[in-house]
């Protein structure tokens, strides 16, 4: 990508360069998707972070642990002492009754296995965006089409999607993609992101959003505008297998996170 320098180049002086070279133009490459120890990823917050300063071109990356942010917010702390040259946001990949609902830009935790109304208002009250994740998918929770529709109809704009995963490499993400490009084409009219849906660091940036500039609030105003773009490539079979094995233990680990006290809706 244009405004990229060498990998060998880290911290502020990598920064100073990458902000410097842009032009008014540059497009950034976002991935929002990442997991961690904190739930059902494979690698801590530390290594994500350092593997995506010393090992892709991303500008933009968002922690988005199942139904916890904590570990989001342990990254924003490291990552603000660390001087790394892209930026960060703090998210949470939540399980509704429905299916599983992305939130960017948040400041408290989003509680699970709420309607996916609610769930959405929670997302909008603290200023976030609510993004569709691998909907329609059938190997994990996801959003069908039938709520998506009934989302996009809703006269509460507050209950309104902001985005659709529209690229995920993972084996959910590829199970009914056309599918999904063409519900959004002909009936959602959703912008459209990718993203890895990481949860070893070697997918990480294996899917990602194009978007004009490349900050965190470049990236909601795409969002917004509508000018985002989806891209990436999707993982073999034996990638997915290898993945889903190394994280059974995380998956039993974070269960406890899903199924917690979630209190009640204010």
Do not use: C
């Amino acid at each position: 990508m244009v405004g990229h320098v060498p990998a060998l180049l880290h911290g502020p002086a990598r920064q100073a360069q990458v902000v410097s070279s842009r032009g008014p133009q540059e497009r950034g490459k976002a991935d929002m998707h990442l997991h961690t120890l904190y739930s059902d990823g494979t690698a801590e917050v530390q290594a994500v972070l350092d593997h995506v300063e010393r090992s892709t071109d991303l500008d933009l990356v968002a922690i988005a642990d199942h139904e916890r942010i904590d570990g989001a917010l342990r990254a924003r702390e490291i990552h603000a002492a660390g001087g790394y040259a892209f930026e960060l946001v703090v998210g949470e990949e939540i399980t509704t009754r429905r299916g599983h609902v992305l939130a960017l830009f948040l400041e408290e935790r989003v509680p699970a296995l709420r309607p996916v109304e609610e769930t959405l208002e929670r997302i909008h009250d603290q200023g976030g965006l609510a993004i569709a994740a691998h909907p329609l998918a059938p190997l994990t929770p996801s959003l069908g089409r039938r709520t998506l529709l009934q989302l996009h109809d809703d006269p509460d704009p507050r209950h309104h999607l902001d985005a659709i995963e529209l690229m995920n490499p993972s084996a959910a993400g590829r199970a009914r993609r056309l599918a999904r490009l063409q519900l959004n084409e002909h009936r959602l009219h959703l912008p459209g992101v990718g993203n890895s849906d990481a949860h070893v660091l070697d997918h990480i940036g294996t899917a990602w959003t194009w978007f004009p500039g490349w900050t965190a609030e470049h990236y909601r105003a795409a969002v917004r505008d509508r000018a985002v773009e989806a891209d990436g490539e999707h993982w073999g079979h034996w990638g997915n297998v290898a993945v889903y094995g190394r994280q059974l233990a995380a998956k039993a680990r974070h269960l406890r996170h899903t199924l917690r006290p979630t209190g009640e809706w204010r």
